[in-house]
C-alpha cells in the first residue's frame, strides 16, 4: 500500500519561513514524480513544485519561484519543501503527491497517483 506522510506547515507571518516534509513508502517506480499540490478556500488546486526520480528535474509554480526550494532523499523517498518569504497568497492547505512516470505537476492533480494528507500552511499579513 503506498502510504504518503506530510508533515510540517503551520502559521507564520509574511516573510516568515516554513518547511514541509512528506514520506512515502509502499511503491518501487523506476521513475516517478513526488512533490507537493496546494489549494486555497474558493481556488482551485495547483501544482505548486515537484522533482523527478531519479533523474532530478524540478518544477516551481511561477509564484514561487525564488522563494520556495524541493529537495528530495530517493533512497528515502522523502520530499522536502523548503518555502521562505512566505506572503498571504501561500495560504493553502498543501498536499503530498505522487505520480509514476514524470508528468511536471503543471496541472489541478490529474497527473497523481498517489496523496498524501493535507498540510496546513497559514500566512498572516
Known amino acids: 500500500e503506498v502510504q504518503l506522510q506530510a508533515s510540517g506547515g503551520g502559521l507564520v507571518q509574511a516573510g516568515g519561513s516554513l518547511r514541509l516534509s512528506c514520506e512515502a513508502s509502499g511503491f518501487t517506480f523506476d521513475d516517478y514524480t513526488i512533490g507537493w499540490f496546494r489549494q486555497a478556500p474558493g481556488k482551485e488546486r495547483e501544482g505548486v513544485s515537484c522533482i523527478t526520480v531519479p533523474f532530478g528535474r524540478t518544477f516551481y509554480l511561477d509564484s514561487v519561484k525564488g522563494r520556495f526550494t524541493i529537495s528530495s532523499d530517493n533512497a528515502k523517498k522523502t520530499v522536502s519543501l523548503q518555502m521562505n518569504s512566505l506572503k498571504p497568497e501561500d495560504t493553502a492547505v498543501y498536499y503530498c503527491?505522487?505520480?509514476?512516470?514524470?508528468?511536471?505537476?503543471?496541472?489541478?492533480?490529474?497527473?497523481?497517483?498517489?496523496w498524501g494528507q493535507g498540510t496546513q500552511v497559514t500566512v498572516s499579513s
Open positions: 503527491a505522487v505520480a509514476r512516470g514524470i508528468p511536471d505537476f503543471r496541472d489541478t492533480g490529474t497527473s497523481v497517483d498517489y
